[in-house]
């Protein structure tokens, strides 16, 4: 639930004039916020060496992640962009099994292979194929930038696997820290002349993006206690199952057209992703 209403308000922020990019930025100020008081409960002399190799590198690819998440969500409709997360656990199987060693069963396969499938039904049935169908969806602005987020966070979540080793909270807290510079240091080179304009727009919306940061620190902390205790892609399954309710708040909230058919997109991709859960 935490991930569904950080989604809304981020689409809400961007409908507003925010860039994507400057709406990941003040997240993370939030996130840094709260995770710094945590600092002295962490005892610095108990992290191995690689944590810090692991933090920083899950670090970066989730702060790319975020902003291409964000840029997906400024130009996808939301009863789109939901359904396309089902396929973090197709990434996130993929890469746990090429670096972690971690080996899905015949009937997790048969979930990712549901979860493609329920992709076919996303785009208007306006092509003759079901490959033109599946093409319309790849060229999609919005659908590339969504499904370059999957894969960057899908590399950082490998990361995290390995840092939450070293204690959730310590994880969270660093990856809080560490990713407000890197994102800060993306937005001055990629937004130099808007700052100025951006941090103007926010000042009519602060409740909205604390709101939003306070969610996400929710969301992370509870992640990674999962990430801590069950295999990398039937963790991130679990967050898959409400995508219904994202069709569902994009037609009542934003007016998207096409329920019926994307409310049967969804709802096969989740069958798919409850196939790997219960694996």
């Known amino acids: 639930m935490f991930s569904l209403a950080s989604t809304v308000y981020q689409k809400k922020l961007a409908q507003h004039g925010l860039h994507p990019f400057y709406i990941v930025a003040a997240t993370y100020l939030v996130l840094g916020v709260l995770a710094a008081p945590l600092l002295q409960m962490i005892q610095f002399s108990s992290l191995r060496h690689d944590f810090w190799l692991n933090i920083w590198l899950a670090s970066l690819f989730d702060v790319a992640g975020w902003m291409f998440l964000v840029l997906s969500l400024s130009k996808t409709d939301l009863s789109v962009f939901g359904p396309l997360n089902a396929y973090k656990v197709v990434a996130s199987m993929l890469l746990a099994a090429l670096f972690l060693h971690e080996v899905p069963s015949a009937q997790g396969l048969s979930g990712v292979l549901l979860i493609i499938i329920g992709s076919f039904f996303l785009m208007p049935a306006k092509a003759a194929t079901q490959a033109n169908r599946i093409g319309g969806l790849l060229r999609d602005k919005g659908v590339q930038a969504r499904f370059l987020s ?60 604390s709101l939003i940061g306070a969610m996400v620190f929710a969301m992370q902390y509870f992640t990674l206690l ?54």
């Open 150 to 209: 999957i894969f960057l966070f899908s590399v950082g979540t490998v990361f995290l696997k390995k840092s939450v080793a070293d204690g959730v909270l310590e994880t969270m807290v660093f990856w809080s820290l560490i990713g407000l510079p890197l994102v800060l240091l993306s937005n001055y080179f990629f937004l130099p002349n808007s700052v100025a304009e951006q941090i103007k727009t926010t000042k009519q919306h602060w409740y909205s993006v």
């Open 226 to 279: 999962l990430l801590a205790n069950m295999l990398v892609a039937y963790a991130l399954a679990l967050f898959q199952l409400g995508m219904v309710l994202q069709v569902l708040i994009g037609y009542r909230l934003f007016n998207e057209k096409d329920i019926a058919r994307k409310l049967l997109a969804s709802l096969v991709m989740m069958a798919g992703s409850l196939l790997v859960l219960m694996n």
